[in-house]
T-cell receptor
C-alpha cells in the first residue's frame, strides 16, 4: 500500500526566503506526482504535475523535482511571499488512477 | 485547465436527514470520478471511486450503504450521505478524470457539510 509522507508538517519563514518542501513515497511504481495548494476552507489548486518519466517541472517561482527511484519529490518556492501561505499537498498516482495524498505542509510566510 | 464544480458549497442539515452533493465536470467527459473526505487539519482520504455506468468502488472502512454514489453520466456524479450524523460533518471534495491511465485529476471546490 502506497504511503506518502511530507516533511515538515509546518513551516514558518520570513518573506523573501527560498524554501523546499519534501515529499516521499514508498512505492515507486507511480504514473505521476502532483503538488497542490489548499487555502483554509477551500478546495485544491493544482500547482505542478510531474509524469513518471520526467525529472522536474517549473511554473513561475515554483519548481518541482521527482526522483522516482528513491521515492522523493521536492517543491522549491523561490522568493516566498505572504500570499504563498497555504497548505501544500503532494499526491502520487498509482495503478488504478488512485491518488494517495501526503499529510501536507502548512506554510506561513511572514511579512 | 478543466473545470469541476460542486454543489452545494456549504450545507447544514439535521441529524438523521440525507444530503446529496453533486460533482460536475463542466468542459470534459469524466469516465472516472473520485470522492474524498477531509477532516480539519488532516489530508484528503479517498472514499470511493466512481465509474460511469457501474457501481462505485469503496475504500476500506467506508460504508457503501451510508455514502451512496451515483455516476449516471459522463459529467455528473452524486454523493448522498444518508441518515447523517454529526460525525459525518466534514469537507467533501470530488475529482474528475479524463480517460487514460495516469491522466490528471481535476478537483472540485469542495462541499462543507455540517450535521447538527
Amino acid at each position: 500500500k502506497q504511503e506518502v509522507t511530507q516533511i515538515p508538517a509546518a513551516l514558518s519563514v520570513p518573506e523573501g526566503e527560498n524554501l523546499v518542501l519534501n515529499c516521499s513515497f514508498t512505492d515507486s511504481a507511480i504514473y505521476n506526482l502532483q503538488w497542490f495548494r489548499q487555502d483554509p476552507g477551500k478546495g485544491l489548486t493544482s500547482l505542478l504535475l510531474i509524469q513518471s518519466s520526467q525529472r522536474e517541472q517549473t511554473s513561475g517561482r515554483l519548481n518541482a523535482s521527482l526522483d522516482k527511484s528513491s521515492g522523493r519529490s521536492t517543491l522549491y518556492i523561490a522568493a516566498s511571499q505572504p500570499g504563498d501561505s497555504a497548505t501544500y499537498l503532494c499526491a502520487v498516482n498509482n495503478a488504478g488512477n488512485m491518488l494517495t495524498f501526503g499529510g501536507g505542509t502548512r506554510l506561513m510566510v511572514k511579512p | 485547465g478543466a473545470v469541476v464544480s460542486q454543489h452545494p458549497s456549504r450545507v447544514i442539515c439535521k441529524s438523521g436527514t440525507s444530503v446529496k452533493i453533486e460533482c460536475r465536470s463542466l468542459d470534459f467527459q469524466a469516465t472516472t470520478m473520485f470522492w474524498y473526505r477531509q477532516f480539519p487539519k488532516q489530508s484528503l482520504m479517498l472514499m470511493a471511486t466512481s465509474n460511469e455506468g457501474s457501481k462505485a468502488t469503496y475504500e476500506q472502512g467506508v460504508e457503501k450503504d451510508k455514502f451512496l454514489i451515483n455516476h449516471a453520466s459522463l459529467t455528473l456524479s452524486t454523493l448522498t450521505v444518508t441518515s447523517a450524523h454529526p460525525e459525518d460533518s466534514s469537507f467533501y471534495i470530488c475529482s474528475a478524470q479524463q480517460p487514460g491511465q495516469g491522466s490528471e485529476q481535476y478537483f472540485g471546490p469542495g462541499t462543507r457539510l455540517t450535521v447538527t
